[in-house]
């Protein structure tokens, strides 16, 4: 677990364009079970990769017409319950963080792992997201 002083700004990061911090198991089963339409559920990270790219590419894709109505975030190695749960909604793929998860009336239909985000620009994440937006929004 991190310190919360130490993570808190990056959650800000998330917080402050709007997303909803989830917490708990309870909290991610009754968001992604109950959620009409889009919701996106990104695994937010300490990793340079989340800071320089991840968390960047998802407040960029927001910048579009279309987009999730529901935008919610969990952390990877500080909310370690909301995050083990949210991730058998990801099941067939592995743990990963950070990740990006989006669901349509509670089916997981796009996501994106570490290996998609690490080593990739904010721009091309912010571009996948918006296709899928388009796609599933």
């Known amino acids: 677990m991190y310190p919360p002083e130490l993570v808190a700004p990056m959650k800000e990061d998330l917080t402050s364009a709007g997303f909803k911090q989830l917490t708990s198991a309870e909290e991610v089963d009754q968001t992604i079970k109950n959620t009409e339409g889009s919701l996106l559920v990104v695994v937010n990270s300490v990793c340079g990769c989340a800071a320089g790219n991840m968390r960047p590419g998802v407040k960029q894709s927001l910048e579009s017409d279309v987009k999730p109505s529901t935008l919610t975030t969990v952390f990877a190695g500080v909310d370690g319950e909301a995050v083990a749960q949210a991730r ?50």
Do not use: W
């Not at 990963?96 to 290996?115: M, N, Q, T, Y």
């Open 88 to 137: 058998k909604y990801f099941l067939p793929f592995p743990p990963s963080s950070p990740s990006i998860a989006l669901f349509k009336d509670g089916k997981l239909v796009h996501f994106l792992e570490r290996h998609h985000i690490e080593g990739g620009t904010a721009e091309m994440i912010a571009d996948n997201l918006k296709e899928a937006y388009k796609q599933f929004c």
